[in-house]
């Protein structure tokens, strides 16, 4: 058996219940797939996406594509029992398991076996020959095993497919439209953009920089957590806004305990205007409800009222623990607590207002610069 016959079995599972449209979100899929992979060959099957000539590096990108449920090797070989076993025995190889099973589905009714016994048959030789290098400890478990070994035999091929390695599900991105995602160097931010590009949307970003405050590395770690969520939905923009001449104007005109709450209507606002360019139909923030003072329902009331687009909180019934856990699967945790100075903890209330009433904060906006208004 030769290397070239080596696969990757991709199946979607949220696309297959589109219906009609089908067909857009698979052809995204695979369109996402090859600007990810380069030059491999993907062929559709039935319910399936077939890749061919990849590189190893391909499933820890494909673990990371939304619209994909599962990734699974598989060689597709001659329809010949010798062949079969030899497929089989590679895949329990590549495979780090101690317990395995053998299904198949057989379309091609004429074969000398039916399933049960091909099942049979092969699973005896894999045992045979694993127990040769892992002794007693390899064994079959048709209850619970560590590995399903599936067998679809077809009249002139069939696939011997190993163990399915979880996707993230969701849709493809692009499908969805565009959204604008506020980054900061935080945790919750680039986790609210994931949850954006799962739901099928391309997400761009922004992040509001004091360069003053600034001299060390944010700039280098928002590049970063962008560079990381590339691996997700593909060549992203970023958009860095100097956000020093605001903040003055901030400490100068409005009380310690309203000013997070006004940075954030500010950052709204002109978010709101790049919006009106970029054409993005939602504004993306990682807020989760009362985590800190600027999530209350209170606060976000006076700070969503900044702009009249749709706003969206992706983790706003999400624990941190929860926030975190997703943040480690897709690798941005580790940057996100790279230590940084936010451009907005400057000259922040000890007691910030945790319910802030928006005649207040308009009494406060204005007496600032144009973009600070209400
Ligand atoms: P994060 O972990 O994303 O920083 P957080 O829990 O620390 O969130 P806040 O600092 O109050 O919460 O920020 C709430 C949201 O406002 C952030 O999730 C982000 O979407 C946006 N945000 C905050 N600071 C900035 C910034 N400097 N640039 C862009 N967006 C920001
Ligand atoms: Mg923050």
Redesign the pocket.
Known sequence: MTEDKKVLIIHYDEIALKGKNQSFFIDKLIQNIKNKLGSVRIRKGSSKIIIENYDESAIDLLKLTPGIATIAEAFHVETDLDKINEAALRIAELSDVKTFKVETTRAYKQFELNSMEISKDVGAFVLRQMSKVKGQMFKVDVHNPDLIIKIELEKDKTCVQGQKIQGVGGLPVGTAGKVV?????????PV?AFEMMKRGAKVEF????NKTINKSGVEVKIRKLVERLETVQGKSKLHIVP?EDYQKDVIANVPADLR?IVY?RI?YRIADKMMDKSGAKALV????LS??A??TLENMTVIYQATDKLKLAPLIGKNKREIIDIAQKIGTYDI?IEPYE???SFMIAKHPQTKSKLEDVLEVEKGLAEVGKG
């Open positions: 995602c506020l980054l900061s160097g935080g945790i919750d931010s609210a922004i992040h509001f920089h956000f997070m954030r950052m923030t990682g807020d989760s985590q800190v600027s999530q996100s936010d451009c907005c």
